[in-house]
């Protein structure tokens, strides 16, 4: 049983004339025929009444053209409804993360340009990074969006992002009123770090490897605002990038003399599955968005 047969049928049984369905349908009435003839084989019953040369819908045939109204028209729904996903007016974009915090102000912005946007956006636990290459692997989300690059084959990433990082002193610290140090200054200072395992970790390893700096970590947290708040009650001092969406309250940042060091964030996607429109849209204007605020 086909697709185009149901449509056939629909049309017979509508007119039921079989010639005036040909002509409807722009097809040859014997291949029509023919097609109906096939149909009734595939159910095992006639869904017609033939009396000379004129056919009627028979008891068979208005209950299986009611069922094939029914699927015809739940068809024809879902390809709207998959159209109006794919474009700008009703699209949804999916984005796992591991930082919203930077990406929040990318995805406001984007739904001001097109209020109808949906948004599906999974947060995933910052030593969880692995995670969003398999879900973009797996084509469950559109969008990868982090401080660390997914390196997998078929998995594509752009830079969108880079901010500097500085080194966050409580108030009344001892080197608050800096106006730039090195990191050998801060070398025996307590420092609140993430996690093992956590993307801003493996980048503060990497930053004190290249310094040749030992810190001494005397806590480690999961969410920045567990690391923010501890600089502010005085703890200890941390690593911080200078993002412009970071609220510094009740600490300073202190640029790092001779130092190139920064977070730098991607967006990352599955090459070898579809984008939609609306996607498609979003990757553009988050590329542009993170340039223009960098200028």
């Keep these: 049983m086909e697709l185009l047969q149901l449509k056939y049928f629909r049309t017979v049984a509508r007119l039921e004339h079989m010639t005036k369905a040909a002509e409807q349908l722009h097809i040859a009435q014997p291949a029509l025929s023919r097609m109906i003839s096939r149909l009734e084989e595939d159910l095992g019953v006639p869904l017609f009444d033939r009396v000379n040369r004129q056919i009627r819908l028979n008891a068979y045939g208005r209950t299986f053209l009611s069922k094939v109204e029914l699927a015809l028209s739940l068809l024809e729904e879902g390809k709207k409804e998959v159209v109006e996903m794919?474009?700008?007016e009703r699209g949804t974009v999916s984005i796992a993360t591991n930082t919203l915090s930077c990406l929040s102000p990318a995805v406001a912005a984007f739904r001001e340009k097109f209020p109808h946007v949906s948004f599906r956006i999974n947060q995933i636990a910052p030593t969880e990074t692995h995670s969003i290459g398999e879900l973009l692997e797996q084509g469950?989300?559109?969008f990868g969006f982090g401080p660390i690059a997914i390196r997998k084959p078929g998995i594509r990433e752009c830079s969108v992002l880079q901010t500097e990082?500085?080194?966050?002193v409580p108030c009344g610290h001892r080197l608050e009123n800096q106006s730039s140090i090195t990191l050998e200054q801060a070398a025996d200072e307590p420092f609140i770090e993430?996690?093992?395992g956590h993307p801003?970790?493996?980048v503060n390893d990497e930053i004190s490897r290249r310094t040749g700096i030992q810190r001494t970590i005397i806590c480690e947290v999961d969410e920045p605002a567990a690391l923010h708040g501890l600089v502010r009650t005085g703890l200890g001092v941390a690593f911080i990038p200078g993002c412009k969406w970071n609220e510094v309250t009740q600490y300073s940042l202190l640029p790092i003399q001779d130092?190139?060091?920064?977070?730098?964030?991607?967006i990352s996607w599955n090459e070898t599955r579809y984008?939609?429109?609306?996607?498609?849209?979003?990757?553009?204007?988050?590329?542009?968005?993170?340039?223009n605020e960098q200028k």
């Design 140 to 142: 469950i989300t559109d």
């Design 86 to 88: 794919a474009g700008l």
């Design 165 to 168: 990082i500085f080194l966050a």
């Design 194 to 196: 993430y996690k093992i």
């Design 275 to 291: 984008l939609s429109e609306a996607a498609r849209e979003f990757q553009n204007f988050i590329i542009k968005y993170y340039a």
């Design 259 to 266: 130092s190139d060091n920064k977070h730098t964030f991607f």
């Design 200 to 202: 801003f970790r493996q």
